[in-house]
Structures are given as structure tokens and as C-alpha cells.
């Protein structure tokens, strides 16, 4: 892929995702199997977050004074909000915004269905669409003005301990979620300037495109009591005081959807997980002169079968060439092709073509555990997928003692390179200048974000922590003692 971002945006458009002809400038439309795309994907989240959340859903418009009432979060926002000014011909008393997130439009609400310590914890999650009017040059899936899903999940807390006990939880969440998509991550703290309106602190996820930018695809903050005491959200104690609660919020974008077709996607197109592929398997009868019902019959029976087995098949009875539909099935990435034809029906085989390896192998159709076989070749996809993803990701992620190497290793090679930092604000956005990149953010064992099972890679990367972090060592711009590492990229 030598131009990541011609690719994108072709790809995009070939493979049917989206169009991006719509005349509003950051909004586009959801083709059919774009859509599936993003169902699947919605639906692999969902699940996992039903197991401690329940799903609400709240108004688009939120009302002036709600969102002006916090003002460090309402000031965060306040170049991106699109404002409804009138109803029909009649203006209206009090503006309404086009949620850009939705504390606002919720937490006046929280205050009224938050009563008592036995309320608490609550744990809510909606799939919205929320609206940014980016001045940025815009992109689709990656920069947006109208997100169209944005998974957000809201918690309330009665202890601080159990808020920053949330955050792990929605790591773990997060964590699941991409591991699942095959998605590599590097999950950091960003710099206090570079936090959430509002927040006490924001961890976030950052994945890295082909291109060797990084693009950020998961946030979760600790909200801590700031917006308890805006919105008045406080609980009756087991003694019958009135305490603010704790908060956290947590949200992901379109920006998965960009990074599961720009990170598994190659020079001959898309290459989706079976998880979130609207087929995971497709069906191409090779059909000659001769015997040519006997085969469309046998791959009907065939789709029969595999559907029953609970999979997503695309039987492709089309009268066209089969390369043609190769071509198409490998540009769309269907992870696995079968192909039948007379004599595989009189060995009892089929051709089986792998998307993500390239490879066919023949696979024996003779008893029905053959769909255990596909089952577990489609797992194998997925792993390997991911193996691939995160092999190339920690290939792109390096150390700088300098801050001439730093730069040098940004400009190169792009990827996120680490070093010692002094914590300082004022060195950090003289350091993002002098760079010119980002901070992403802080690695810090005190977030205790490494706690949990854990990939092989993972595990390296903390040994890697913990030794540097022991060690003395001096900010790599400053020059005074430093106090973490941290982690510098290209972004989106
Ligand atoms: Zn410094």
C-alpha cells in the first residue's frame, strides 16, 4: 500500500461502504454492506457491555443552559456545537444543540433517578449519533461532522475507589472489544491538556494505520465529582447524609470501522475478521458445459448446510465469469471461498481459499464435520489476523534517548516512539512543537492498566516498563529529573 490514504478512500467506494457523495461536508451514507459492517461490530460491543449496562437512549437536543451549565466542558466544545435556532418560522427561546456528546443531555436526569446508596452503582450505555462541526479537513469515518455511531456508556459511583475502579472495567471492555476485532492498541494517559472537557483524567486507545499514524478509537474518562456538583447528582447515605456521586464516561466512534479496513486491508482490498464480515463465507460454483445443475444444486444444499451451522454465506449463483467473482469476493474481504465444482462433488472435497493468507487447501466434505473444519479455519482467520495486525504495531512502536532521535524516528519511520519525559506541561508543548507531533500520552504502572490477562506482547512491553521505570533517568527535553514515559506520534 504506498499511498494510504488514495487507498482509504477508494476502497471506501469499491468495497461499498459508504458514500461519501452526500452534500452536507462531513456526513456520508452507510451503503448495505458497510452497514453490516458496522452491525456486526455494534453488536459484538453491545454484547459484552448487556453483561453489566442496560441500554437508554436520550434526546438529540439538549437545551442551552444544560450545556452552558458546566463550564470547563461546555468551553471545550463550544467551536464544534451546531445549534437549532428555530421551529419552523418561530425562533425559538432557548437555543437547542445537536448533542456533541451527551453528559449534558443526561446528567440532568441522573439527578433525578439517583436517590439512595442502593441506586449505585449505575451503569448505562446508548448508540447514538452525535454532531461536530469540525473545521479540520474532514474524512470520512476518521473525521466526521455527523458521528454516526457513537457508543457511549455513562456510570455512577458512590466511592471514589469504586470510579477508578470503572475505569479499569471499561479498559477491560475496550480491551475485549478490539482484541476480538484484532485491532492492536496502546493504551495511555493523555496529558492534562489533552484531556476530556471536564474530566479528572482521560485513558485512551490509539491504534496505528498503515500510513504510521496513529488514530485514536477508544476514550474513557474519570469524571470524578465535577459533574455531580454541576447537575446536583448526590445519594442518601446507609446514615441518611447527602453525598455528590462519582462518574465515569466512556466512548468509541466510526473511527473502529476505519481501523478495521485500514489496518487488515491490503493491495487487493478489504480483509475483514469473520467476526464482523457480512459474509464469512462465500459460495462459488465452477460450472462447465456439462453437469452444470447437478453443481448449482449441490452448492444450494451446501448454503443450506452452513447457514444452519449459524454461519454468514453468500451463495454466488451470478452468470458471470468465477475470476470475476473472485476478484470481487477477495476485494470485498470474505474471509473464506469455497469452491465446487463436478469433480469435487465426485471426490467429495471442496476448494477452500483463505482471504488472509492467499492460500487454497482442500478441504474433504464427506461427513457433515466439515463445518467444524470451516469453524475452525475461520477462527484460525481471526487469529491470525490479529497476530499480523499487532506484529506490524509493535514494529512501528521504538525508544529515543534524544530528542534528536525522537524527531528523526517520527519523520522516518512514524509509529509512536517513547522516552523520558518530565510530567511538565510547558516542556511538553515545546517538546510537541519542536517535534511537531502529539503527545499521546503518559504510560503509567500507577493506572494499573497491565493487571489483567494478558497477550504474550503485553507482558514484554511491562517488563520493558517496570525496568525503565526503576531506572534514573532525565527528561529527554528538558533535561530535569523525569518522572514517566511518554509516548509521541503523527495523529489523526
Ligand atoms: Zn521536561
Not at 419552523?88 to 456533541?100: S, W, Y
Not at 455513562?154 to 475507589?161: D, F, L, P, R, Y
Not at 476505519?258 to 487488515?264: L, V
Request: aromatic letters at 10%.
Amino acid at each position: 500500500m504506498t499511498d494510504f490514504s488514495e487507498w482509504f478512500h477508494n476502497i471506501l467506494e469499491e468495497a461499498e461502504i459508504i458514500d461519501d457523495r452526500y452534500p452536507v461536508k462531513g456526513m456520508h451514507v452507510w451503503k448495505p454492506q458497510g452497514f453490516k459492517i458496522r452491525k456486526y461490530t455494534l453488536e459484538i460491543l453491545q454484547n459484552i457491555l448487556d453483561r453489566t449496562h442496560e441500554e437508554v437512549l436520550f434526546p438529540l437536543l439538549i437545551p442551552e443552559d444544560e450545556l452552558a451549565k458546566e463550564a470547563i466542558h461546555v468551553k471545550g466544545f463550544e467551536e464544534e456545537v451546531y445549534w437549532v435556532t428555530h421551529g419552523g418560522l418561530t425562533e425559538l427561546n432557548k437555543k437547542l444543540a445537536l448533542r456533541p456528546t451527551s453528559e449534558t443531555a443526561m446528567y440532568p436526569i441522573f439527578s433525578l433517578w439517583v436517590r439512595s446508596h442502593s441506586d449505585l452503582p449505575m451503569r448505562f450505555y446508548q448508540i447514538v449519533n452525535t454532531f461536530r462541526y469540525e473545521t479540520k479537513h474532514t474524512r470520512p469515518l476518521i473525521r466526521v461532522r455527523e458521528i454516526t455511531t457513537f457508543k457511549e456508556a455513562h456510570t455512577v459511583h458512590a466511592t471514589e475507589e469504586e470510579c477508578e475502579q470503572e475505569v479499569q472495567n471499561a479498559i477491560k471492555v475496550y480491551r475485549e472489544f478490539f482484541d476480538i476485532l484484532g485491532i492492536p492498541y496502546m493504551i495511555s494517559k493523555r496529558p492534562q491538556w489533552d484531556k476530556f472537557p471536564g474530566a479528572k483524567y482521560t485513558v485512551a486507545f490509539d491504534t496505528i494505520l498503515p500510513d504510521g499514524k496513529t488514530l485514536q478509537i477508544g476514550t474513557v474518562h474519570n469524571l470524578d465529582q465535577t459533574f455531580a456538583k454541576t447537575f446536583d447528582i448526590k445519594y442518601e447515605t446507609a446514615e441518611g447524609e447527602h453525598e455528590y456521586v462519582y462518574q465515569t464516561c466512556y466512548g468509541a466512534s466510526d473511527r473502529v470501522i476505519a481501523s478495521i479496513i485500514g489496518i487488515h486491508g491490503d493491495e487487493k482490498g478489504l480483509c475483514l475478521p469473520p467476526a464482523v464480515a457480512p459474509y464469512q463465507v462465500v459460495i462459488v460454483p465452477i460450472i462447465f458445459k456439462k453437469g452444470a445443475e447437478e453443481v448449482l444444486e449441490f452448492c444450494k444444499d451446501m448454503e443450506t448446510t452452513l447457514k444452519n451451522a449459524g454461519l454468514r454465506v453468500y451463495f454466488d449463483d451470478r452468470d458471470i465469469r468465477a475470476g470475476k467473482k473472485f476478484y470481487e469476493h477477495e476485494m470485498r474481504g470474505v474471509p473464506l471461498r469455497m469452491e465446487i465444482g463436478p469433480r469435487d462433488i465426485e471426490n467429495k472435497n471442496a476448494v477452500i481459499f483463505r482471504r488472509d493468507k492467499l492460500e487454497k487447501e482442500t478441504i474433504s466434505i464427506d461427513s457433515n464435520e466439515f463445518i467444524d473444519d470451516i469453524n475452525s479455519i475461520l477462527d484460525d482467520i481471526g487469529q491470525n489476523m490479529k497476530d499480523k495486525a499487532w506484529k506490524s504495531f509493535n514494529n512501528h512502536i521504538r525508544d529515543a534517548e534524544t530528542i534528536e532521535e525522537a524527531a528523526r524516528e517520527i519523520e522516518e519511520n512514524r509509529g509512536i516512539v517513547a522516552f523520558h519525559w518530565c510530567g511538565d506541561e510547558a516542556c511538553g508543548k515545546e517538546l510537541e512543537e519542536k517535534v511537531r507531533v502529539d503527545i499521546l500520552g503518559i504510560r503509567e504502572s500507577k493506572l494499573d492498566l497491565y493487571k489483567m490477562p494478558l497477550t504474550e506482547i503485553i507482558e514484554q512491553e511491562i517488563d520493558l516498563i517496570q525496568k525503565e521505570e526503576t531506572a534514573a533517568r532525565e527528561c529527554i527535553n528538558c533535561g530535569k529529573s523525569a518522572t514517566c514515559k511518554t509516548l509521541i506520534a503523527k495523529t489523526y
